[in-house]
Each structure stands twice: as C-alpha cells, then as structure tokens.
C-alpha cells in the first residue's frame, strides 16, 4: 500500500467545490511524473485515512461523509457517478477502466476537441453550468454561484432572493429548453467499480488512533486532559478509511 501522508504527499491537489460548499482532494490528478501502478490486485492498493471534522459542520449539514469519484487524470471528478463513503467504515473500491469511442459528425453527435477553454479539459457537465451560468448572467445580472470561470468574477454572486425571483427561473430556461451545445466527448474514458468493506478500526486500532489523538490535543491545548476530552466515538464519527486497486489492468474499448 501507499502511505499517501508521506511517500505520495505531494500528488494531491484540491480546489473548491461550489455545489458542495467544501474543499475537494484529488490524488495523482496530471502529476510530472505520475504515480503508476505495474499490477492489479488487493496488494498493490492506495489507503487513504481521512479525517472529516464534524464539529466544523455548519448547523444545516444532513449527514457526513465522503462522496469519492474515480477518474482520468484530465478530467474533472462526476460526482454523480461517486461513492458516497460512510465514517466509521473501511471502504474497498476495486475498478477498472473503460474507454468509450463514438464516432463525430456525418455520424455522430460527439465532440473532438477535448478541451472546453485554453488549458481547461471539457467535461460535459461543466459545459451545462457554464450555459446556464451565462443565462442567469443575462437575465438577472449576477452570478450563478456554480461559475467558477474568472471572467465571472466582474459580477457578484447571486444572493438567495435574487435566485428565488430570477435566477430559478434562468435555469429552468436552459433545462427545459436544452439550448446548450454540450455533447459527449467522442472518446471518454470512466472507470466502473465494486464496493465491499466493513467496520473499521479494530479495537486494537481504535487505542493508537486514540492515544495519537489525545496527545496531539493536550499539546495544543496545555493544561486540558486528551482522555477526558476524545473517546472512541471520535473516530467512528469522523474517520473513514477508503482502499483503492485497479481488479485489472485490462482496458475495455467500446466503439460506436
């Protein structure tokens, strides 16, 4: 397995997700060079260990977790094809690869060009916040708060009220009326998976975790008992353990 705390820190980046109100981790996302793997297999695995804090949840938050999307190195992370991860659990997530190739015009659809700006990968779905985006721009004169581009950044963002007279209604415009060009890429590459997994830590575990924890708290908080304060349900509330591995490093190619 990789110790991504330590040998792999470097191979993450993050940016902020505007959907999800949060920041966002990518692991070996078009690194120089890349993390490669040479075999498939439960051994050659990436074990991730996160910790998600909820006592810095905002009062509405409905649940917790962590929602974890496999994809190509350029492409932007479809959270609507993710996991969603419960704490407390570890998670095993074995894919694999699947690339997709349609045909363009006479005989299709599809789109050739695999990029949406200068150096930004098109992705159908930001391709659909950016239409709506210039809609809600053009009717109410605010920003959608979806739209991260910085040409964006000369409006402010839409407040609530402004959403609920005007920018509710832009959206439905481009949805309803599907006036947005924004076609699936002629090749695409995504990535199917199986879930299994189980409690986590063990008992044994639970007491490192516990003692760690407990002496990281008193040496921030002088004076202030660790045992007292952090007991076991901190880390079944707030840890999730995910375990990453390609089944086979076989591609399957569809063509249409």
């Given at each position: 397995?990789?110790?991504?705390?330590?040998e792999?820190?470097?191979h993450?980046?993050?940016f902020?997700?505007?959907?999800?109100?949060?920041?966002?981790f990518?692991f070996?996302?078009?690194?120089?060079?890349?993390?490669?793997?040479?075999?498939?297999?439960?051994?050659?695995?990436?074990?991730?260990?996160?910790?998600?804090?909820?006592?810095?949840?905002?009062?509405?938050?409905?649940?917790?977790?962590?929602?974890?999307?496999?994809?190509?190195?350029?492409?932007?992370?479809?959270?609507?094809?993710?996991?969603?991860?419960a704490?407390?659990?570890?998670?095993?997530?074995?894919?694999?690869?699947?690339?997709?190739?349609?045909?363009?015009?006479?005989?299709?659809?599809?789109?050739?060009?695999?990029?949406?700006?200068?150096?930004?990968?098109y992705?159908?779905?930001?391709?659909?916040?950016?239409?709506?985006?210039?809609?809600?721009?053009?009717?109410?004169?605010?920003?959608?708060?979806l739209?991260?581009?910085?040409?964006?950044?000369?409006?402010?963002?839409?407040?609530?009220?402004?959403?609920?007279?005007c920018?509710?209604?832009?959206v439905?415009?481009?949805?309803?009326?599907?006036?947005c060009?924004?076609?699936?890429?002629?090749?695409r590459?995504?990535?199917n998976?199986?879930l299994?997994?189980?409690?986590w830590?063990?008992?044994?575990?639970?007491?490192?975790?516990?003692?760690?924890?407990?002496?990281?708290?008193?040496?921030?908080?002088?004076?202030?008992?660790?045992?007292?304060?952090?007991?076991?349900?901190?880390?079944?509330?707030?840890?999730?353990?995910?375990?990453?591995y390609?089944?086979?490093?076989?591609?399957?190619?569809?063509?249409?």
């Amino acid at each position: 397995p990789c110790n991504v705390t330590t040998e792999a820190g470097s191979h993450w980046s993050s940016f902020l997700s505007l959907e999800y109100g949060s920041r966002c981790f990518t692991f070996n996302a078009n690194n120089n060079p890349s993390l490669k793997v040479s075999r498939s297999g439960s051994t050659f695995t990436v074990d991730i260990t996160v910790f998600l804090d909820q006592l810095s949840f905002l009062s509405n938050t409905e649940s917790a977790g962590l929602i974890v999307a496999i994809h190509d190195q350029l492409d932007r992370p479809d959270f609507d094809r993710g996991a969603v991860l419960a704490p407390g659990k570890q998670h095993v997530v074995a894919f694999e690869k699947i690339v997709r190739e349609d045909l363009p015009d006479p005989y299709g659809g599809c789109r050739e060009d695999p990029f949406l700006d200068v150096d930004l990968p098109y992705h159908r779905g930001l391709c659909q916040i950016n239409c709506i985006a210039d809609q809600v721009v053009s009717d109410c004169g605010c920003r959608y708060n979806l739209d991260s581009r910085p040409s964006a950044t000369s409006y402010d963002v839409c407040t609530y009220q402004e959403m609920e007279d005007c920018g509710d209604a832009a959206v439905e415009v481009v949805l309803v009326g599907n006036d947005c060009e924004c076609p699936d890429l002629c090749s695409r590459t995504r990535y199917n998976y199986q879930l299994s997994g189980g409690n986590w830590p063990t008992h044994p575990v639970v007491k490192d975790i516990l003692t760690t924890l407990r002496a990281a708290f008193e040496e921030r908080n002088p004076g202030r008992n660790g045992t007292e304060t952090i007991d076991a349900s901190v880390i079944t509330e707030n840890f999730v353990n995910v375990v990453l591995y390609y089944s086979t490093l076989e591609v399957t190619t569809m063509q249409e």
